[in-house]
């Protein structure tokens, strides 16, 4: 069983810049992928970025040049660098951890996007 605690997001204006942290603990043999995804109302989850063992990196168009995903293996972490937020980036940010064939989800972080 894998727990994730999100943190990190609140209120930017556009332009703005913002860092998500998640930090995942529980009894676990290796994560294989850590990424970001988001679902903003009356939308599907989306992917945002994901990150792989071996350090591959994978970004949604929309923000790629923009985002940036890293992980810290030895604390079991994932963030996500945000730049030059705008109001499409309003959503609530999940923080997900695929362990084996499994999916873990955290709780969630809202991240708005407003002048």
């Known amino acids: 069983q894998v727990q994730l605690v999100e943190s990190g997001g609140g209120l930017v204006q556009p332009g703005g810049s913002l860092r998500l942290s998640c930090a995942a603990s529980?009894?676990?043999?290796?994560?294989?992928?850590m990424g970001w995804y988001r679902q903003a109302p009356g939308k599907q989850r989306e992917l945002v970025a994901s990150?792989?063992?071996?350090?591959?990196?994978t970004y949604a168009d929309s923000v790629r040049g923009r985002f940036t995903i890293s992980r810290d293996d030895a604390k079991n972490m994932v963030y996500l660098q945000m730049y030059s937020l705008n109001v499409e980036d309003t959503a609530v940010y999940y923080c997900?951890?695929?362990?084996?064939?499994?999916?873990?989800w955290g709780q969630g972080t809202q991240v708005t996007v407003s002048s």
């Open positions: 990150v792989m063992s071996g350090g591959t990196t």
């Open positions: 997900n951890v695929k362990v084996l064939s499994f999916d873990f």
């Open positions: 529980g009894s676990f043999f290796r994560i294989k992928a």
